[in-house]
């Protein structure tokens, strides 16, 4: 037992260490196809419980699989996205007993995946190893009835087979990352790419994209990697970095103690800011993997390969390098963040457009980003830096101009013709002058606070014109009125 | 015969593995007679198989794989009507102790 | 009467369907208390068909090689809406909600399913003395058992309760019972016939077959089922020949082996006497029959008795009472599952299922299914150096080491059990083609059978060599 002991990096350690966090990730991505992975009913998130079901995907009695060939597809695209080697690979029954697996074994890969070896480089150049990416079929859901949900106190439980048979990929990273931060920017591209290729909508919160966490921590300097805990049951990024922060914290904790991290699941609890432990690497489950008969092997030809290369869309990465040359003074972080959102094409149009001009863009972050997640429709770079000029030369309030882009999102057409038909004509100056002072005689008090410099009064004034004109002023030029007027 | 080949512990633990509850008498029996199973089985440990690949499939064939087409789905009362207890049109079952691996 | 007289008397009006279908019904109704056949006779649902038939012979169409044939199927193969219960009480009353594929091409075919037959649970077996619903007897001496695990199938073929029957083949289970009933059974090529909707005992060793009383009956059976499903992707055997069409080719110049592993030490003087008379029939019809060895044929049993349990405990996992079939309640999911299985089960399927389970799990999966599948590439290579090597056409053993042995005599000793099945395992393994061709009786008047084995896709020479053997009887 001491012998091991020395083995332990970081075991009993000063407080002051330098501790460095080691995490490496799996991914499962739910890819989008039609039908499952080895039967023809729908793949299709929601609807009513078990309408998606057929012999296979229920594991009826004599029913078999067979494998889906865009599933394949899919995961050569994401392989190949994820500078994977491609190979023949084993379809494996993996056994547990779980009532939403309808047969008790899930067929995954296992010893022969479809995709080995590859990496993933983050916006800050770093790679990131990817170990594997095979392909296996998700389970159904089991809802716990009673005990308010929770498992350890349900009553019962109800089980819904629609997801069963889902295709899955699952990424296994290498234990690269180094941080929370890391680990966020990793899943950020990975889902990046995976929508990039067509193979995942990549949507964390409708459960398509799921990540376990594999943490473990060592003194700064040391090569040997501590002893890891998985952590599963991270729903969002923002969840996953607390679960990551908490973890190894929790492991430093110990073993600056003098305690030994144990190798174990464990649970992250979003409530409570903590994980706790599912069960130890003594009880994990003997899975009894084993070749799936009811498969021959998946052999993938060279030519299928170079094709589905050929086929591959630029990747994010490729999208950064290009824009970073077209538009060599935008910072990496809003070329991140136009990749990120889908506003690629848009953004080097504008550039184009405007040589080089970055208004237009940085608009688009500061104002508009977020609601664009999904891309920018039918949004044209000429529309883009027409609405930015309206809006700069006052034509538009900021309010405004946000209504009219969702607009040119939705519909396209110029801003001209769209901020026409929600009839924002710009505000008569003399109109405004008038409603402003009548609104000063109206709040006789709150204006001689104001003009005694209470700062805070200016967002009750603006915010009564903005009322009474239906937010059709202009808050800045709302603001220089009552600045004049206070002398 | 040789030595035990799976002791009356290993049963217990290999039942557990197969949720199957075994009286005693089951135990008793089938250590012994798994034992002789695997007893005459070490047979095999005479064949020199180090330069064998395993055979998973009797035979191999080009693998046609399926076009992405949905097709029939089952009707959902035809299904839970074979289901020992079902509840919203679900499969109803007693509570569920811990997660999914 | 044999299927294709039916068939041939149904499709030219000269007889109703329904009068065959009322006759072999008549023939069940009063013969099967004794045997015990069938698991469930649909009689009802055999009459509605069998009257479809003749109307659409009365419209001038043709119902197909098979109008009119009644037809008995195993009761591990799905029927829609008829229950399908492998023999065993965790499947009781389950009614599947689809076909088998071989159930849709019989039906295309114009046959007429008249019931479900009997089987050792889940196929385990070689008596059908493992099943829940009690031991089916050998219509040939009631106090012998039928073989198994398609006991039912060839029992009621042999009574004469239906000209032909399918049964499923995992380690003999349809030439070894056929051999015991003194009826022809086939086990094709693995990959010939499509297992969709065939209850899965261990997947890489499960074929259909047709179990028949003539071997041109079992030739029309199996031209009608071995047709390419796209549902089951091990269902891809390149251009299967169909084997009705050069029965009658004869077996001139031929190269026949004896196979002498599986035909000397441990079989019964008077199977092996009958084997050494079917050797003189195929040299006098012009085949060349010598000696040969595949010397790892013997290490079948040990390979197939750890594979068949692993690919078992494997599939009869979904058996747990959430979807389908038996529930037994217990305070957990967990409990509740091993409860239903423990019940549900009988003590073969259990025994096997702890094999399997011990077989693949963490510790021994190399020692025992690690070893056994290279055993299985030894014995492929021994057979196919045969076959390609040697040019040997056709290999022949006896099916069964023994004629039907007494109820009850092998129960209580499971290896014994086991090794009814030495002289069919090794096809099972490699994926070849064997037939078992009833062949005169033993010492005790009860039936043998000589099992006939060919290379993969071999089944049309096979037939021909069945068909000789036949006629020379």
Known sequence: MSADLHDVPGLGTPADTEWETVVGLEVHAELATATKLFSASPNRFGGDPNTHIDPVSLGLPGSLPVINEEAVNLAIRVGLALNCQVQTSVFARKHYFYPDMPKNFQISQYDHPINVDGWLELPSGKRIGIERAHLEEDTGKTAHVGGGGRIHEAGYSLVDYNRAGVPLIEIVGGPDLRSAEEARQYVTELRAILVAVGASDGKMEEGSLRVDCNVSVRPEGTNRLGTRCE???????????????????????????????????????????????????EEDYDYRYFPEPDLLPLVISDHKVAQIQNELPPLPQDLRRNLAKAAPSVDADLIGLIVERGLYDLALAAFDQTSGNLRAIKRLRNHFAHDLAGGHGSLLAKALIDLVNMEEAGDLTATQAKKVLAVLVESGGSPQDAAQELGFEAMDTGELESLVDSLIAEHAEEWSRFCDGDGKLTGFFVGQVMRATQGRADGKVVTQLLNSRRG | MGQQRITRAECV????????????EELDRFTGQLDELLDHVAEVEALDLEALAPTMHPLLFPNPLRPDTPGEVLNRDEVLDQAPYVEDGQFRVPPVLGEAP | MTALEIATAVRSGKRSARSVVDEYLGAIAEGDDDIHAFNMVTAAEARTRADEIDGAVAAGQDPGPLAGVPVALKDNLCTRGVATTCSSRILEGWEPPYDAHVVEQLHNAGAVVVGKTNMDEFAMGSSTENSAFGPTRNPCDLSRVPGGSSGGSAAAVAAGFAPVALGSDTGGSIRQPAALCGVVGVKPTYGRVSRYGLVAFASSLDQIGPIATTVADAATVLDVIGFTDPRDQTNRLPDPKQVSDTLSDGVNGLRVGVLTELSGNGIAPDVAARLQVAVGALESAGADVAKVSVPSAIYGLSAYYVIAPAEASSNLARFDGVRYGLRVDGSSTSDMNTATRSVGFGDEVKRRIMIGTYALSAGYYDAYYGKAQKVRTLIINDFNR??????????????????????????????????????????????????????????DGLPVGVQVMAPVQGEPVMFRAAKVLEDSL
């Open chain 1, 231 to 281: 952590i599963k049951n991270v729903n969002s990024l923002r969840s996953m970095g607390r679960a990551i922060d908490y973890e190894a914290r929790r492991q430093i904790d110990l073993l600056t103690s003098g305690q030994l991290v144990e190798q174990q699941t464990r649970h992250w609890n979003e409530d409570e800011g903590r994980t706790h432990a599912l069960r130890s690497k």
């Open chain 3, 386 to 443: 045969v076959w390609y090597g040697d040019k040997f056409d056709l290999l022949l053993s006896p099916t069964s080491p023994t004629t039907a042995f007494s109820l009850g005599a092998r129960t209580a000793d499971p290896m014994s059990m086991y090794m009814s099945d030495v002289c069919t395992v090794p096809v099972n393994l490699t994926g070849q083609a064997a037939m078992s061709v009833p062949y005169g009786v033993g010492d």
């Open chain 2, 13 to 24: 633990h290999v039942a557990a593995l197969a949720r199957l509850e075994l009286t005693d």
